[in-house]
T-cell receptor, first 117, second 111 residues
Framework: AQTVTQSQPEMSVQEAETVTLSCTYD???????LFWYKQPPSRQMILVIR??????QNATENRFSVNFQKAAKSFSLKISDSQLGDAAMYFC??????????????FGSGTQLTVLP | NAGVMQNPRHLVRRRGQEARLRCSPV?????VYWYRQLPEEGLKFMVY????????ESGMPKERFSAEFPKEGPSILRIQQVVRGDSAAYFC?????????FGPGTRLTVL
């Protein structure tokens, strides 16, 4: 079974600074997807960024980028120029890519990010 | 994603009552997932449905929980004889080609 581990329950960052959230996962699959979701106090799940395992290039979305280390099964999220609106719970998630599977998401336990003004 | 609708947003039930949670997927999506988020935890997969079929219910408790996604109308997650441990946020997600888009969730409180 796949597992996703987020070892940092809480993180804080000064506004305009950079912060990195860690995520490791365990799988025997070779093809899969990894995601970072943001959950603000409204509880809405918002997709931040997505990475396909077969792509070596790290995904980037504006101020958000990932460091994907497939051999180490590590998938960290870097937030640059942090803004107050980035404060939220961040979840790392995994999904198998094979078309025959249900393709449900497996989530980590989350990291609560606080942005300090 | 604003396209997935869930109602009610908040639901209060007393122990032993039934809870019905509704999910309307993004228009045109025929795949629906239900996840449960217990307090201070991540989301856990419960069930995956396509129109009129349950595809994978491996994450759903065998007792008291059921789900459906009829040909017409929303997907329904039904919890019979609720207990305090059922208090959680229940999220629905619909999938098109690849991405899952989440609804705003239903917060169930069991008194």
């Amino acid at each position: 079974a796949q597992t996703v581990t987020q070892s940092q329950p809480e993180m804080s960052v000064q506004e305009a600074e950079t912060v990195t959230l860690s995520c490791t996962y365990d799988t025997s699959e070779s093809d899969y997807y990894l995601f970072w979701y943001k959950q603000p106090p409204s509880r809405q799940m918002i997709l931040v960024i997505r990475q396909e395992a077969y792509k070596q290039q790290n995904a980037t979305e504006n101020r958000f980028s990932v460091n994907f280390q497939k051999a180490a099964k590590s998938f960290s999220l870097k937030i640059s120029d942090s803004q107050l609106g980035d404060a939220a719970m961040y979840f790392c998630a995994y999904r198998r890519a094979s078309s025959g599977s249900a393709r449900q998401l497996t989530f980590g336990s989350g990291t609560q990010l606080t942005v300090l003004p | 994603n604003a396209g997935v609708m869930q109602n009610p947003r908040h639901l209060v039930r007393r122990r032993g009552q039934e809870a019905r949670l509704r999910c309307s997927p993004v228009k045109g999506h025929s795949h629906v997932y239900w996840y449960r988020q217990l307090p201070e935890e991540g989301l856990k997969f419960m069930v995956y449905l396509q129109k009129e079929n349950i595809i994978d219910e491996s994450g759903m408790p065998k007792e008291r929980f059921s789900a459906e996604f009829p040909k017409e109308g929303p997907s329904i997650l039904r919890i019979q004889q609720v207990v305090r441990g059922d208090s959680a946020a229940y999220f629905c997600a619909s999938r098109g080609d690849n991405e899952q888009f989440f609804g705003p969730g239903t917060r169930l409180t069991v008194l």
